[in-house]
């Protein structure tokens, strides 16, 4: 995932201002404090560590290893694409949590300059999800051979969670296994809990509301109407979290970082054809991995019903 400055901030400064606050603690807190943390590279390091350490905590090494390689070759394609186009960007920073299940939040980096045109916005915005995806698609091979198919139901007693399945996971193990039954539960060990959660980050980050990444892709191919394409996703979301609340987070963050794109420097320079080839690509890529309901149950488990049989 990547973040970019609105269309108002000055060159080379960060995407929170607090500038024009009232309170001069704030302008203080972000330019003698905030920032100087972000930019030292020893930051980046020890929350990669961290995120390691909390991913091995909740699901071992392995799990560890794949997933960090996942979201480590997300975050360096947009790394790389910005430095390609001369757009001053942070090293990625790793967000732990070990008391969810996949053990991280994932990971971001910061641009620190305006981005000059769409076919750059363009680049950036896919090479994230282009360069995890590949890297994701081993983990998700090794994962479906170590998964055991449960025609029994057991598994919805001894596990503590049902995942929904994305179309790959599911195309993939039935490539592997052979036709499911109907009822068939597919369970997955560390490798597949990673390519699971590779694969979610994915389409969530491909989801085409303002600054995802799906939402830069967004932007660059269609500049006029994306505002209007972006408001109708988040509405979609909104929806979907009848299926499940675990969009409630996910809604609300996506309104308060805003559903509007910032333009580029010079936004009349047209991304180009082969780039809308590849920004239907993005389109595939976000259908394989899309889940509408990533924990099945979610409101049974909020609500603390029982579900199941």
Not at 2 to 13: K, N, Q
Not at 34 to 61: E, H, R
Not at 282 to 292: G, K, S, W, Y
Request: with cysteine; aromatic share 10%.
């Amino acid at each position: 995932m990547s973040s970019e400055p609105p269309g108002e901030i000055p060159e080379r400064s960060f995407a929170i201002d607090f500038t024009n606050s009232p309170a001069g603690w704030k302008r203080f807190f972000l330019k003698r404090r905030l920032v100087p943390v972000l930019l030292n590279p020893s930051t980046n390091v020890v929350l990669f560590m961290l995120t390691a350490l909390s991913i091995t905590f909740v699901g071992g090494w392995r799990m560890s290893v794949a997933l960090m390689s996942v979201l480590l070759a997300h975050e360096m394609g947009h790394y790389f694409a910005c430095r390609r186009h001369g757009v001053s960007a942070t090293l990625p920073f790793f967000i732990p949590a070990p008391i969810l299940f996949s053990g991280t939040l994932g990971a971001l980096i910061l641009m620190r300059d305006r981005i000059p045109n769409r076919k750059a916005l363009f680049d950036i915005g896919i090479a994230g999800p282009l360069a995890g995806f590949l890297v994701c698609l081993p983990v998700l091979a090794m994962g479906a051979r170590e998964a055991t198919i449960d025609t029994l139901q057991t598994s919805q007693v001894d596990s503590p969670i049902l995942l929904g399945d994305p179309l790959l996971l599911n195309w993939t193990i039935s490539r592997l296994h052979g036709d499911l039954p109907s009822k068939a539960t597919i369970v997955i060990g560390p490798l597949g809990l990673a390519a699971w959660f590779g694969l979610f980050l994915t389409a969530l980050n491909l989801i085409p509301v303002g600054q995802l990444d799906g939402g830069h892709i967004l932007y660059s191919v269609f500049r006029d109407r994306a505002h209007w394409i972006s408001r109708l996703a988040w509405w979609i979301c909104v929806a979907l979290i009848f299926l499940s609340p675990s969009w409630i987070l996910w809604v609300v963050l996506l309104r308060v970082l805003g559903r509007r794109h910032p333009p580029t420097l010079r936004d009349e320079e047209a991304p180009g054809a082969w780039r809308k080839v590849l920004a239907l690509a993005a389109l595939a890529i976000f259908i394989l991995c899309f889940i509408p309901e990533p924990i099945v149950g979610g409101w049974d488990l909020f609500l603390g019903r029982a579900h199941g049989p």
